[in-house]
């Protein structure tokens, strides 16, 4: 056998031949089950929703492709552009003064000596309990006769507010609740990136006679900047897909002009209570899209001079 048959029957080197892949199979075989339930559960419903943005189905009868014409309805409905409107300026109302608390709690908790394993549960509690559970209490804390903050505000002398049957009354309602939801959880968040400053740095700011505020700003927040886009981008994702809080509130009409009716929740009705799937779909589409561009400006915004290299 010549030099150059021999080379053309030797086999590619690092090219995986059958038996190698197969010698593999109890891997795969490990990590099989996410990927089926990741088919099942994610991949399928997420493609058969982009199929059926383009048609129209009722759930019942059978599918009729119409192009473009949910998308072009979408843009014409004003109910979508209220329920866009509402969902941004809900998702600014909660997740601003939500990042800012969160942020003076993790200063002060991490500067505290004694019940710091406490103060973190406490401020845990409200991220594990039962969303509609406390869509429930903030109810009838914000109830028009009854409730704790129109009692406040005779104490003082204030006339009480239908903050439930009032459009920035809603507002006002909801994004409270999420607030008192969310800070503590972004609170442990900022708390474990303050743990991973070095004290030192600390000590020789405070050797150069920089104040709390110079601290802040010159040390923790540039060294908490990849935690800040972290926290952002999640509430930017999860602020933009507020459903229970305004339903369970103010029910599936949004209350008071449509006040509290969110994108999510604008989704639902046209799903389960209209029936009008196909539509419903160009609205998933929608939020995904808000979500997506939401996220990019963030991620423009928050990240360092030094990541765009």
Known sequence: MSATAAVRTRPVAGAPTRRRIWSYWRFYLALSPFYVL??????????????????????????????L??????????????????????????????????LLLAVMLQSAVRFTSVYRIAYFI??????????IFFSSIFSTNFGLVNAALRSL????QDWLGQPWGIKIAISTMIVWQWVGYNTLIYLAGLQAIPKEQYEAAKVDGAGPVRT????????????????????TIGGLQTFTEPQV????????????MTVVLFFYRA???????????????????????????????????GEDR
């Open 271 to 305: 799903a389960f209570l209209d029936n009008d799937y196909g539509y419903a779909a160009a609205i998933a589409l929608s939020i995904f899209l808000l979500v997506l561009l939401f996220t990019a400006i963030n991620w423009r915004v928050f990240r360092g001079r």
């Open 38 to 67: 990741f088919a099942v559960f994610g991949l399928y419903p997420m493609l058969s929703t982009i199929v059926l943005a383009f048609q129209r189905w009722d759930g019942l009868s059978a599918r009729k492709f119409t192009g």
């Open 157 to 160: 002398g204030i006339p009480q």
């Open 249 to 260: 509130m103010v029910g599936n009409s949004g209350g008071t002009g449509q006040s509290g």
């Open 69 to 102: 014409d949910n998308f072009a309805f979408l843009v014409r409905d004003p109910t979508f552009w209220q329920a866009l409107e509402n969902t941004v300026v809900l998702f600014l109302m909660s997740t601003v003064p939500t990042l800012v608390i969160a």
């Open 126 to 135: 409200p991220n594990v309990t039962s969303l509609v559970a406390m869509a």
């Open 216 to 235: 802040l700003f010159s040390i923790t927040l540039p060294q908490l900047r990849p935690v800040v886009l972290f926290t952002v981008i999640m509430s």
